[in-house]
Structures are given as C-alpha cells and as structure tokens.
C-alpha cells in the first residue's frame, strides 16, 4: 500500500517559502484507485511527487509498500522507483526511438537487471496484450495515436510489478471516449494486479470510477464531498 | 548499449554524419602523422642508428659541429667515459666514376674559397651541385659508424642513393675526387633529407682535407659512460670542452632541418587532435541536450544515473569506434599506397597511438556532455512540461 502521514512539502519562493502540500495525510490500499482533483497550483503534483519518490517531504513520512520512503538516499529513491513504484506521466514520455515493446524493456536493459530476457519479453508482450496494444508491439511512438501511445505509458508503468501506480492526469489530451477507455484500463488494471493506485484528474467526471476520491485546495488534502462532484454522477465514494 | 544502439539507429542520419566527420579527422591526422613520421624518418634515421650513451657535438647542431683532436682527447680522456667513437658528418655529392664531379678534388684544392661555398651545413647548396652535373647526387656522408665499411676505398650505399645513381655493388663513385667502391645496404638511411653514404673515418678525413678543413677531427661523438658516470660530471665535461652531450633522443634535435619540421608538424597534429576533441564533445553536447527530457523520463522511471552514463558513453564509443577504426583502416591503406612515392611512415606510432588517443580525447569531449545526463531532474517528467 501507499501511506502518506502528515506530508509537508515547501520550496523556495524569493526570500521565504510556499507551502506546497500541507500536511496531507492518505492511505492508499492494494486493489483500489484513490482519484485525487483539484485546481491548477493547488498541490496536486507536489504530492504526486512525493508519492513517486521524486523530491522529499520537509516533514512526514512516505511509505511504499512497507518500506519507509522519506528519507532515502537519491540512489536508494530510484531502486524503489524501479522497484515498487509505477509512474503514468501525463504526457506519454515515449522514447521516440524504442518500439512499445522497447520501451518496456528499457529500464531491465539499462540497469542490467534484465537476465531472463525471454521471460521480460513474454512479460511485456502480454503487458502490451492487455492494454489492447498486442498488434503494435513493434511500433514507434510516432505510428501510435495519443491513447495508444498512453496505453503503452500505462503498460510501461506496470512492467516492474510495482506495489505502487503513482497516475498522473493520463486523460489530459485526450477525448472523452478516449478517457473513459485508459481509466477503465488503470482501474481494471489495479484490481487485477492489486497496486495502490493515486491518480490525479482535473476531471470530476472520472470521479466515480475510483474507490476514494480527495481534493487539494491550497497544498491541503480533503475528502471529495458528494456535492463536489457533478451533478447526475451517482454513489461517489468519498474517503473517510 | 540498449538504448544507445536503438538511439543511434533511430537517429542513423545524425551519427552517420558525426561519425563521418570523426573518420575524415582520423584521416587528417593520421595523414598528417604518417607523413610527420615519414620526414622525420628521412631526418633522424641515419642518426638513431648512431650507438652511443651520449652523441657529443661542438656547436648546437651536427651541421656547425666540428670538433678539434683536443676535444675529442679530453672526452677519450675522461674517468666517466669507457669508450669514445668519432663520428664524421659531411654533405657533398656522390657522382657515379665517369660522373663530372661538381666537387672535384682539383677544384678544392685550387680554390679554398669555393670549396667553403659547398658548405656541410647548407644542404640546398648541394642540392644545386648535384642538379648542375646531371648525374650525382646530393648525400649525407657517414665516417666512423657501426655500418662504415671495414676498408678505405669503399662506400656503403643507401638502396635508394644507389638506384638514384644507377649503381650497385662493386661499380664505383667519387666525392670530392676520391674514388669510392660501392656496397649496397639492405635499407635506407636518411640524414637531413639527404640519403646517406657511409665511409671509412679516414676516407671522411681525407674529403675534409679536400674541403680546406685541416682542424677538424670529428663531427660528433658516440660516448659509452661508465655506470657510476653522473649526468653533472658530464655536464661539466661538456662545459670544460664547450661541448654539448646529449641522449639519443634529444641529440634528434641536433639536427637543424629535424628541430625546425617537427615542432610546426607536430603543432598542427596536436591541433587536429583538439579539433577532433571539441567537435565530437559538441556533438554530444547538442545531442544530450536534445535528450534531456527523455533522460529525466528514464530518471523518473527509476533509472540509475551511472547506468544512464554508462550508455551515453557508450554510445560515444560506438561512434567513435567506427570513424577511427574506418580512419586508420583508410590512412593505412593510402599510407601503404603511397610511401614509395612520399615519405610516410605507417607504424604503430603513426596509426594506432593516434587512434587511441583520439577515442581518449573523443571520449573526453563527450564527458562534457554527460553534464546534461547527471543534472536531468526527474521532477520535470511529471506533469506537462515536457
């Protein structure tokens, strides 16, 4: 699971700080998506990246599936990131030169970790199998259309068996059909696989579709009321 | 390599080029340092083969170097010194027996002053000697060395010299009206550009005569030290003796026509190799910064940064590999094609020293751009800045 306590996060801004992430607190169980919304500045991102590993808290503790995350070494923070953490971008990040099995292939190859490459092939093959890509497994980036290509983003992710699926605005280019499709696929996906996913939407629209849904509003966490989310959407599940 | 190999195919246009431009650098360099080995070869070869602990001159250079029998006897004299052999340098013409002799022996003796206007040390003065008779041709004459022959009368020729002057073994030669009987040597030596002609010391003496030089004893000296000899006693007998010893090595820059060619070649050499090293580092430079995203995406991904240097160098490596391997492979054919026709020399030192250090420099360069790989920040993956 994904455990967030009492997270602070500031950065420099001029001569003092601003507060990013204020104190937010989350907990993220194995099999289910904790959909995270709010305005453009509020901390979204900022938390996201704590989650991921990526820059540490001032205070709190992160953990990622049991281990304690906070105050890891930058060396330490990647191994886990390879490890135990999956991360969707926002925009695809496909390497244009690796075809979409490549791209799954790269971390294991780069890090020499990949000795059973037979055995990482097969697994990204079915991967790519799953997220509908089976046929374009040879493909480039470039022959690909923006929500095949985040297919691929998605599978890239999962490639490690990760504990953890860190989302991060997946459906940000893409049309409403299209974003129905890849959240169906990470939620189907995080059932399946049992990750602790947090994903990040400025679509209240999605809301529905997670086990837990929360807010930032000014580097602060809440719980997603039912009046918040769009009228005619029924049985939002709002976290404790 | 994953990525890097995969980067390279994808990009093939890109690398083909930088690795076009790293082969016609190897090329320019490796042209440059045959043909630096080459000159130094028709410079130096006559004088490495000189065995000796110290080449002792009078002067800064073999050409002004004339030493009198009382510097010779000091140095034979010397507790440090174990042996002593007289070496004597002189550039004349060789003129085939029936040849006419621009340095005839008659003309020297009847004319000092003429015969001073041939001097040893002005090998363009010879050169137009040897050009007026036709025939002869401008040498470097060798007395007293390893390869002098055992007997007065006798020449020993370089290959060349003797196909330049149409002879072979047992026809026969003169300098300076001495007639000389030839023997050919297996390989050529050169001196100052000139092929060179070994004599007895006493034949060397004889054409000093000829020249008006009644004083000079020897050229040079090939000094054996004995081992509890120090390199101060040494110093200071040549300073007693206003005389210079040197190594063999640094005696190579006695050699005035050497010293001059070989720092301006050299320069230009060096300077190829640092224009090699700039444009392969700005190559990789432009290219890194071009993947930077791409590197903070893999960062993100969980990507050591040692594993993505590792590639990146790699990928430095393959290049560079392929245009100085393509380079030398290149040089080395043409260097063998045309080292009849002009000095060039393809040995190791011309070939595969400066090969090594252009992937050492190339590699070099690139580490500048793996600045761009270590300050990626995988922050900047997340979200849509990219």
């Known amino acids: 699971m994904l455990s967030l306590t009492d997270i602070t996060l500031t950065f420099p801004d001029g001569d003092g700080r601003v507060t990013a992430v204020d104190r937010a607190n989350l907990e993220v169980a194995r099999g289910t998506v904790a959909g995270l919304t709010g305005p453009s500045g509020s901390g979204k991102s900022s938390l996201l990246a704590v989650a991921a590993t990526l820059v540490q808290p001032d205070s709190g503790r992160v953990e990622i599936a049991g281990v304690d995350a906070t105050s890891v070494s930058q060396k330490e923070a990647a191994q886990l990131r ?6 969707v971008f926002q925009q695809s990040n496909l390497l244009p030169s690796l075809t979409a099995r490549e791209q799954l292939l790269v ?8 000795k059973d490459k037979a055995a990482r092939t097969r697994a990204a093959d079915e991967l790519l199998g799953i997220v509908g890509l089976g046929d374009h497994r040879e493909s480039r980036p470039a022959a690909l259309s ?26 940000s280019a893409l049309d409403r059909a299209r974003s129905e499709e890849i959240i169906g696929l990470v939620v189907d996906l995080t059932r399946d696989l049992g990750t602790a996913t947090l994903l990040v939407t400025h679509d209240l629209a999605l809301m529905p579709r997670f086990d837990t849904t929360h807010q930032m509003l000014d580097g602060a966490l809440t719980p997603l009321t039912e009046s918040e989310t769009p009228a005619g959407v029924p049985g939002v599940p709002v976290s404790g | 390599m994953f990525l890097a190999w995969r980067d390279m195919l994808f990009a093939r246009g890109r690398f083909a080029l930088i690795t076009a431009v790293v082969l016609l650098m190897t090329l320019l360099i490796g042209l440059l340092s045959g043909l630096t080995g080459g000159l130094a070869q028709q410079n130096i070869s006559a004088v ?26 000091a140095w034979e004299d010397a507790e440090a010194v174990t042996g002593v052999r007289e070496v004597g340098i002189l550039r004349f013409q060789i003129d085939p027996a029936d040849g006419d002799s621009s340095g005839d022996a008659a003309d020297a003796d009847a004319d000092d002053e003429s015969a001073d206007e041939v001097p040893t040390n002005d090998g363009d003065a010879s050169e137009e000697d040897a050009e007026a008779s036709g025939s002869g041709l401008s040498a470097s004459l060798f007395g007293g060395t390893e390869d002098s022959p055992s007997r007065d009368g006798r020449v020993r020729l370089s290959p060349s010299a003797a196909d330049d002057l149409a002879v072979t073994d047992g026809d026969h030669v003169t300098v300076l009206g001495i007639d000389l009987t030839v023997e050919v040597l297996d390989e050529d030596r050169w001196y100052s550009h000139t092929p060179v002609a070994y004599v007895t010391m006493d034949d060397w003496r004889e054409m000093e005569l000829r020249l008006g030089r009644e004083d000079v004893a020897a050229t040079a000296l090939m000094v054996d030290l004995a081992d509890s000899a120090d390199a101060e006693a040494i110093d200071g007998l040549a300073d007693e003796t206003s005389t210079t010893a040197s190594g063999s090595l640094s005696s190579l820059m006695a050699i005035g026509s050497f010293r001059s060619e070989i720092g301006s070649l050299l320069m230009m050499v060096g300077m190829l190799f640092g224009i090699s090293a700039l444009v392969v580092g700005a190559f990789f430079t432009v290219w890194t910064m071009q993947r930077t995203g791409d590197i903070a995406v893999l960062k993100a991904l969980g990507a050591s940064t040692p594993a993505l240097l590792r590639d990146a160098l790699g990928q430095s490596l393959m290049v560079l590999i392929a245009g100085v391997g393509g380079g030398i492979a290149l040089t080395t ?17 011309t070939t595969l020293l400066p090969a090594a250090l252009l992937i050492v420099l190339g590699l070099a360069g690139a580490g500048f751009a793996l600045r761009s790989v270590t300050r990626a920040d995988p922050l900047t993956a997340l979200g849509s800045a990219r």
């Open chain 2, 333 to 349: 054919a043409l260097g063998l094609g045309v080292s009849g026709v002009v000095p060039f020399v393809v040995t190791w030192y």
């Open chain 1, 107 to 114: 971390m294991g190859e780069l890090d020499g970790s990949a």
């Open chain 1, 146 to 171: 923006g929500g095949q290509r985040q297919r691929v983003n998605i599978a890239r992710a999962l490639m490690g068996d990760p504990a953890v699926l860190i989302v991060d605005e997946p459906t």
């Open chain 2, 48 to 73: 490495q083969a000189l065995e000796g602990d110290r080449t002792v001159i009078a002067g800064e250079t073999f050409d002004e170097s004339e030493l009198s029998q009382s510097q010779v006897d």
């Open chain 1, 82 to 87: 390879r490890e135990r953490i999956g991360i």
